[in-house]
């Protein structure tokens, strides 16, 4: 009996190993399929939007013991206002200073759920060389195999709110917003 008993045991193990490995995964950005953006008020007239054309990263996921992680770096001489003067501007000393700070990144240190639903993910925001910790909502987060690639993937569309001058982004305050709003969409494909 005891014997058949360590054989179920064996037999249940290894089925239930394969079932929790899929689980826990890592995945790395798929920057064709993640967009972060941004919106600033811009001198009390309108909303200026815009956005970063390159980024990269990875996500951990494991939804059955709660656990997130993910880091997200993006090329800070790829933003996009749809203006390639305003874009030069943003990308000098007085903004973004991208020769100096090539690199924007976002690094999580925790997560927060709502029953089994992930929440939010705090982490750390570098800009400019300057670390400093931001909360980024998460509106949902969806896993599984892509229609198309059979391959597993997940994606997240997440909203934060910043103070620039918070990272030392300082130039025409107040008159251009202090607020920044980000928006990211990101999707990961498990490696």
């Known amino acids: 009996m005891e014997k058949q008993m360590k054989k179920v045991l064996l037999i249940t193990s290894l089925v239930i190993l394969p079932v929790n490995s899929l689980l826990a995964a890592s995945y790395t950005v798929d920057p064709a399929h993640t967009y972060v953006s941004f919106a600033i008020n811009h001198l009390g007239f309108s909303t200026m939007r815009g956005k970063f054309n390159q980024q990269s990263g990875s996500l951990e996921y494991d939804h059955s013991s709660k656990k997130a992680s993910v ?3 993006i090329d800070a001489a790829s933003i996009d206002t749809g203006h390639v003067k305003r874009d030069q501007h943003l990308t000098s000393p007085d903004f973004l200073n991208a020769v100096e700070h090539p690199t924007i990144t976002f690094k999580s240190t925790k997560t927060g759920w709502n029953g089994n639903k992930l929440a939010s993910v705090t982490g750390n925001l570098t800009i400019l060389g300057v670390s400093k910790p931001v909360t980024l909502q998460v509106d949902s987060i969806n896993c599984g195999e892509h229609p198309f690639s059979k391959k597993q993937v997940c994606g997240f569309d ?34």
């Open 158 to 191: 997440a909203t934060a709110s910043i103070k620039r001058s918070d990272f030392g982004v300082n130039y025409g305050l107040p008159g251009i917003g202090e607020v920044l709003d980000l928006q990211i969409e990101l999707e990961a494909s498990r490696d």
């Open 71 to 73: 880091t997200i770096e």
